[in-house]
């Protein structure tokens, strides 16, 4: 059975500090690994990983996949209150369905 | 640009009502996908669909029925709603041909008391 795990499932930090959230997957046929960011409403897509070793970067936030380790780190660094929200990793299978983890709630204080 | 759109925002249902959760997208995606999300949860597959006419079950399909008659809509129903239903749901779409990650609606909150 396909699995995603994320640690920490939730953190507080000060804005300015710099957090590194984990995702660690077990799937047939890897694909690819989605992050979400999670505020009230919708998920809204922040990066897909495909290839190992390459990091996306967008901003403050920068992600990276190690599929001979399977597992993903997602950075964001000078954290801003507005960071605060839940952080959703899923990966893609064999089949196009995303098998999501439990997310990480980041809560950045000011 | 709509994205995908979901009705009701939110919704109260007695224990043995049934209603129909609504989920249309604008983007010609060809897949969609239905979750529900408890407190503290991730997202669990329910229904997807990979075109009109053909769905398909998830993780979590027991207690509700889906249909895709058109590419746009792909309505959730809840026959005898039920306590352990109490969730939030949410309605995805995708083109993964394209390479496109899913993109989701805002949600429907349901209560079941």
């Known amino acids: 059975e396909d699995k995603v795990v994320q640690s920490p499932l939730s953190l507080v930090v000060h804005e300015g500090d710099t957090v590194t959230l984990n995702c660690s997957y077990e799937?047939?046929?890897?694909?690819?690994l989605l992050w979400y960011k999670q505020e009230k409403k919708a998920p809204t897509f922040l990066f897909m990983l495909t290839s190992s070793g390459i990091e996306k970067k967008s901003g403050r936030l920068s992600s990276i996949l190690d599929k001979k380790e399977l597992f993903s780190i997602l950075n964001i660094t000078a954290t801003q209150t507005g960071d605060s929200a839940v952080y959703l990793c899923a990966v893609r299978g064999g089949s196009e369905k995303l098998v999501f983890g439990k997310g990480t709630k980041l809560t950045v204080n000011p | 640009n709509a994205g995908v759109t979901q009705t009701p925002k939110f919704r109260i249902l007695k224990i043995g009502q049934s209603m129909t959760l609504q989920c249309t997208q604008d983007?010609?995606?060809?897949?969609m996908y239905w979750y529900r999300q408890d407190p503290g949860m991730g997202l669990k597959l329910i229904y997807y669909s990979v075109g009109a006419g053909i769905t398909d079950k998830g993780e979590v399909p027991n207690g509700y029925n889906v249909s895709r008659s058109t590419t746009e809509d792909f309505p959730l129903r809840l026959e005898l709603a039920a306590p352990s239903q109490t969730s939030v749901y949410f309605c995805?779409?995708?083109?993964?041909?394209?390479?496109?990650?899913?993109?989701f609606g805002d949600g429907t909150r349901l209560s079941i008391l």
């Open positions: 983007m010609n995606h060809n897949y």
């Open positions: 799937v047939t046929n890897f694909r690819s």
């Open positions: 995805a779409s995708s083109y993964p041909e394209l390479g496109q990650p899913q993109h």
